[in-house]
């Protein structure tokens, strides 16, 4: 059992006023070009490195007068979020990449390679892969096709223009990159989309062909692509050097390519002009890892950024040896993943910034990290190993019976590297199959559904048979029900069957450091699942910056399944990566049985309102009669709008039945009904625009529409509002 107690609000602030949202832009739908997360302030007013104002929507002030104040609003935002040590930091950084940009300060200089001096492989030939899969999209690269988020197949040619925006065609100019405003979509176009492909994922699909056929065709596209990229791309120029982290990500999949190819005495590298080429690569990648290793993400930005800037150069540093420097990278980097794999993920395995989508994406730097220094001889301590464990119990806990996770948070889709491909594959059930052999747990191989190509490429030939030692019957599962220092909260009952109920209540923080930038405003919401198929959901994500309207609906609270006061969100934003009023939340009470489990949980993020609201909800599962009991208490004195939404699954049916609503999902259904008050009304949205309600969007850029219903009421004293789910 667990208590705690929300502190007493007896009087709360006024609201600050924020920018409103441009309501006249509402029907924007798929096809308009979307930002990316970055590192730097804009810049002419002082680059400060990991800051990222195209998170917080800026513009340029020449964009429109009147994104003017929206940009000064911004500014007075992220400065309150700042401590006068990081200002002060921002300040210096934005001085000397002046400095660097005119050539007084860094170096250009590049010392000769030892390449007497190399690593021993992490990465392995797996003859018991897919090797027809890997064929055909290694052929599909070569043609010059591409997938892109939403851009699937799109023809970028081969090499593609690797400054060019793939879904706007526009050319970004090569400005010196950390002074590039790679923000403004008339300068960059769609920045997400161009660092994509610049991440070369592709190249290590090219590898694997390469390895598994013996073809040297590939091997040649891959020089093709990588001499186009360095002529195209001079070190420290253009889009492609303005982010610390996508160049440690091209650092890691180079190393996996490199690693493949058959490292520094590869066949590709023979006669004059492939030892040219080997010392060109050599060199670019010396030029990468000095520019991570200089411009590591800090104080409010070190986030995942940091934690994949870290791994980028910690890699880099035992894939290539063969300079001095590369004892200063590998120092530095391990410190950094050492500490911040405890600092960014709670004891209880939950990735502080509160999305499941960033979870799996530090999870794979971090086991990379630790199987590549593993393979020679750099261990991490028990904490790290033990802090990876636990964020893996975690995704084990949360995946119900089907293998569907809940889409807590923000999610970009973004991969580590290219080891995997293909719609079937599931980065989370590959996480578990990886973890199952690295730590010999079975319930990690019960619950992955079976090893995966991802996996036997990391752990070698042996990959199939220490799995199959660990497959057959498990520990039960879930692995845990209860995470409080993440704030989640598992209630159900006949786990890992057809007939499993599966409850997720969230209590936790709205997001990590002071701007929380990847957290949503879903405090006391859930997500429901019966034999596996998914009832009420997390919508997810769908876009990051430039739709704007979408980028607030989906982080906001009518986005989730709990309730939202007046028509405002529980935490107030500063931008589409800041918030900058957090609600609080906590768990009351947990204490689950044999016969029925019980959360209580409050927020206080209303008690920001002229008349104060706390929100406190208390959800019990009641097994025998598979029933779950959804009572909201709003404690205030005078009178609100209240509404709570239910977000369905895609693939669920609605009608309307007596108090409520029956919902399908193929042979199982579930019984909602609603509170009933003579001031309240209901009704289900499917697609609407106006307001927008009724999407669920499962892959970044994508949505469809997905029914959700909504109730609606005002109270005008403090009352329970009684929800029921019949399964």
């Known amino acids: 059992m667990m208590r705690d107690r929300p502190p007493n609000y007896s009087r709360a602030a006024r609201p600050w006023s924020g920018s409103r949202v441009d309501r006249n832009r509402a029907h924007v739908i798929a096809g308009q070009p979307n930002g990316r997360q970055g590192d730097e302030m804009p810049p002419g007013v002082g680059n400060l490195h990991e800051l990222d104002a195209a998170q917080a929507g800026w513009r340029p002030l020449s964009a429109r007068p009147a994104s003017v104040m929206k940009q000064v609003l911004w500014y007075v935002n992220r400065l309150r979020c700042m401590t006068p040590e990081e200002i002060r930091h921002r300040a210096q950084r934005a001085l000397a990449l002046r400095a660097e940009r005119w050539g007084l300060r860094g170096s250009d200089n590049v010392p000769p390679p030892d390449p007497a001096r190399a690593c021993r492989p992490w990465i392995h030939v797996a003859t018991t892969v897919d090797a027809a899969n890997c064929l055909a999209a290694a052929d599909r690269i070569a043609a010059g096709r591409f997938d892109v988020f939403a851009l699937q197949g799109v023809e970028l040619g081969s090499p593609p223009r690797w400054n060019r925006d793939p879904r706007t065609g526009v050319d970004a100019p090569l400005a010196f990159g950390k002074l590039l405003d790679y923000r403004n979509p008339r300068l960059v176009g769609d920045i997400k989309y161009l660092w994509e492909i610049n991440r070369h994922l592709h190249i290590v699909t090219l590898a694997q062909a390469c390895a598994l056929s013996g073809d040297a065709r590939y091997s040649g596209v891959i020089r093709e692509h990588l001499e186009s990229w360095f002529a195209a791309c001079p070190y420290r120029m253009g889009p492609n050097w303005s982010s610390a982290l996508e160049a440690a990500l091209r650092l890691i999949n180079w190393s996996t390519a490199w690693q493949l190819l058959g490292g520094a005495s590869s066949p590709l590298f ?40 870290a791994a980028g150069v910690f ?16 120092a530095k980097s391990k410190a950094i993943l050492e500490r911040e794999a405890l600092l960014q993920n709670a004891t209880d395995g939950v990735n502080r910034e509160q999305a499941v989508c960033y979870q799996q994406f530090v999870l794979d730097f971090l086991l990379l990290s630790l199987l590549a220094g593993r393979a020679n001889g750099h261990r991490f301590s028990a904490a790290y190993q033990s802090r990876i464990e636990a964020m893996l119990e975690y995704l084990a806990s949360i995946m119900d019976a089907g293998g569907n996770v809940p889409m807590f948070g923000d999610s970009d889709d973004g991969l580590v590297v290219g080891l995997a491909r293909g719609l079937e594959h599931c980065r989370y059930r590959s996480l578990l199959a990886t973890g199952a052999i690295l730590f010999h747990r079975r319930d990690f191989a019960a619950k992955s559904g079976g090893l995966d ?31 409080p220092a993440g704030g989640y909260y598992i209630l159900g009952c006949d786990f890992e069957t057809g007939n ?4 997720i209540a969230d209590a936790g923080p709205l997001g990590y450091q002071s701007i929380a930038a990847h957290g949503h405003a879903d405090a006391l919401a859930f997500t429901l699942s019966v034999g596996g198929r998914e009832f009420f959901i997390d919508p997810g994500t769908y876009a990051y910056h430039t739709q704007g309207p979408w980028r607030q609906y989906f982080r906001g609270t009518a986005a989730h399944n709990t309730v939202r006061v007046d028509g405002a969100d529980q ?8 918030w900058v009023r957090k609600a609080n939340a906590g768990c009351s009470l947990w204490r689950p049985s044999a016969e029925r489990d019980i959360f209580e949980g409050w927020h206080d993020g209303y008690a920001r309102l002229p008349d104060p609201v706390m929100h406190r909800r208390r959800i019990s599962l009641e097994k025998r009669e598979r029933r779950v009991i959804v009572e909201d208490c709003l404690q205030m004195s005078g009178a609100h709008d209240i509404e709570l939404f239910f977000h369905c699954s895609e693939r669920c049916r609605v009608e309307a039945v007596p108090d409520g609503y029956r919902v399908s999902h193929g042979d199982r259904a579930v019984t909602l009904t609603l509170p009933q008050s003579a001031n309240a009304s209901s009704r289900v949205h499917f697609g609407s625009v106006s307001p927008i309600l009724g999407w669920v969007s499962r892959k970044f850029d994508e949505k469809q529409p997905a029914a959700t219903i909504s109730w609606r009421g005002r109270l005008a004293e403090e009352g329970i509002l009684r929800s029921e789910i019949r399964c």
Request: proline share 4%.
């Open 270 to 309: 023979d006669a004059a002009g492939g030892a040219r080429f080997r010392q060109r690569w050599l060199k670019s990648v010396f030029q990468h890892a000095q520019f991570v290793h200089g411009h590591f993400s800090l104080f409010s930005s070190a986030n995942n950024h940091l934690i994949g800037e």
């Open 315 to 330: 890699i880099a540093a035992l894939a290539w040896p063969c300079w001095p420097h590369a004892r200063t990278w590998l």
């Open 453 to 483: 190509d991802k996996t036997r490429w990391l752990i070698g030939e042996g990959a199939d048979a220490a799995f199959r030692q660990l497959a057959g019957a498990g520990a039960p599962l879930p692995v845990r029900r209860a995470f």
């Open 500 to 503: 499993e109920i599966r409850l």
């Open 571 to 578: 935490s107030r934003s500063g931008g589409n990566f800041m």
